[in-house]
């Protein structure tokens, strides 16, 4: 019988940010497989020291959550070396991450397909839900976006798409404080940038569309419900940065029709859903929730983890 290999998950300690929520993604998906045991454990300097020893170690590695980390140091552990990589460019894995310091680059981009045997596109690890929220149909279209206060998320152009096409609707923007992206957006802005968005969006809205913003940092559960309370989840980033948004993950799970911009960002959505302005938002509302499970059933946590093995026996 073929020994089970041993692997420690190393993540960033928690916080307030979509690196770490990421990253707990990425182990909770990875526990649907009997080829191998994952142990969690959280690094920083503090810790690096006690690493316990095991076949392989799967790296949440990003250049700024773990800016002290000397990636070439780790040619010093054990085993197998391998990092989740969550941002890229179009067919470029290796923009923050250094391509000679790990065995192997898990790309959560499943569009991600070069001539490299180190480097294996990754579905996402969407959440699996035993039973989805139900939605509760509302008199007026409900259409909510979420994000945190950084540039590009296009909150207002959310706002402004919905004065194109309805008379009444409830705009439902949810902004939540972050560990590293509030000091960021203060530094670049000199204000608090997610009272400047909400600000922006109140003067976008024409009579008739209310804005509705929250500041609430939500479990992973409550951003569900969340999001299955919306008639259609919509985001319109217009931001020039690598990787892909996490954001729609969760409005994927709840199965909810669903809008994305043109933005490369959403490029692994667009196989599955046409992006805004090319289809309406109202036409989103009646025809996305089939690209939506689609997506659901190709990016399942026993796909992701299949991959994973995948990975392991090469």
Not at 66 to 91: H, N, Q
Not at 130 to 145: C, F, L, M, Q
Not at 150 to 171: I, S, Y
Not at 281 to 295: A, F, Y
């Amino acid at each position: 019988m073929t020994r089970k290999k041993r692997g420690v998950y190393l993540n960033q300690p928690a916080a307030k940010c979509s690196i770490f929520e990421s990253g707990q993604m990425v182990y909770k998906a990875l526990q649907h497989s009997d080829r191998y045991s994952l142990e969690y454990f959280e690094l920083e300097p503090a810790t690096a020291s006690k690493i316990p020893p095991a076949d392989f170690y799967l790296f949440n590695y990003h250049h700024a959550t773990m800016a002290w980390l000397d990636t070439k140091s780790l040619s010093a552990l054990p085993g197998k070396k391998i990092t989740v990589v969550l941002e890229m460019l179009p067919g470029n894995p290796f923009v923050y991450v250094s391509p000679n310091d790990f065995d192997a680059y898990l790309v959560l981009d499943p569009t991600m397909n070069i001539d490299n045997t180190k480097v294996y596109g990754f579905p996402r690890p969407l959440e699996e839900l035993s039973v989805a929220p139900p939605y509760v149909e509302k008199d007026i279209p409900w259409i909510g976006t979420f994000g945190f206060s950084t540039p590009g998320k296009g909150f207002e152009l959310v706002v402004d798409a919905v004065n194109r096409e309805f008379d009444r609707a409830v705009v439902r923007i949810n902004i939540p404080p972050g560990t590293f992206a509030d000091d960021h957006a203060f530094r670049m802005h000199k204000r608090n940038y997610a009272e400047h968005l909400t600000e922006l969006c109140s003067r976008v809205a024409k009579p008739g569309i209310e804005v509705r913003v929250s500041r609430e940092f939500m479990s992973k559960e409550q951003l569900i419900d969340w999001c299955a309370q919306n008639t259609l989840n919509c985001f319109l980033y217009a931001r020039n940065q690598p990787g892909l948004s996490a954001t729609t993950d969760q409005c994927i799970t709840t199965g909810r029709p669903l809008a994305v911009s043109a933005n490369e960002t959403f490029r692994h959505l667009h196989q599955f859903i046409k992006p805004y302005p090319e289809i309406s938002l109202r036409e989103s509302i009646r025809s996305s929730s089939d690209g939506v499970l689609r997506m659901q059933k190709e990016w399942t946590p026993k796909n992701f983890s299949l991959r994973m093995e995948q990975v392991l026996a090469d």
